[in-house]
């Protein structure tokens, strides 16, 4: 579905727009938006291993739309998740963010979610200060 409403402009646009290399199909954000609506009753009644196999596989995917619509996915379970859960997207974030829009999506939306419910995390997670990934960093 995203490959066919892809816009090749807005492609073009965001491979230049992003100084790191990325992997993008040029969906606008309203589109890929309006889809994640369309599949919201689905994936919010997806149990927690399904829904974590699916943001898993869009988050391998190294596609820029797909790793946003994973955080989508993601944020539709906050309240289920588990401290543990955290050490889960610490290794995300090392393998699989390379760009400031999925780090900032993630960081504040997930990330951020999973140290202020659980706040015992916070020395786990300052210790991402001296990962080698900047975008671990950020």
Not at 79 to 98: I, N
């Amino acid at each position: 579905e995203c490959r066919n409403l892809a816009d090749a402009a807005h492609q073009e646009a965001l491979l230049t727009y992003f100084k790191t290399p990325i992997l993008a199909y040029g969906l606008r954000s309203t589109v890929r938006k309006e889809i994640e609506k369309k599949w919201r009753p689905v994936l919010k009644a997806m149990h927690e291993s399904e829904l974590w196999m699916v943001s898993t596989s869009l988050f391998a995917s190294q596609i820029l739309e797909e790793q946003l619509t994973a955080c989508f996915c993601l944020e539709l379970h906050l309240k289920k998740m588990t401290a543990e859960d955290f050490f889960r997207v610490s290794d995300w974030m090392e393998q699989w963010v390379h760009n400031w829009a999925v780090c900032d999506q993630f960081s504040t939306h997930i990330v951020g979610y999973l140290i202020t419910r659980f706040p015992e995390l916070l020395p786990a997670f300052q210790t991402w200060k001296q990962s080698e990934s900047i975008w671990k960093r950020r």
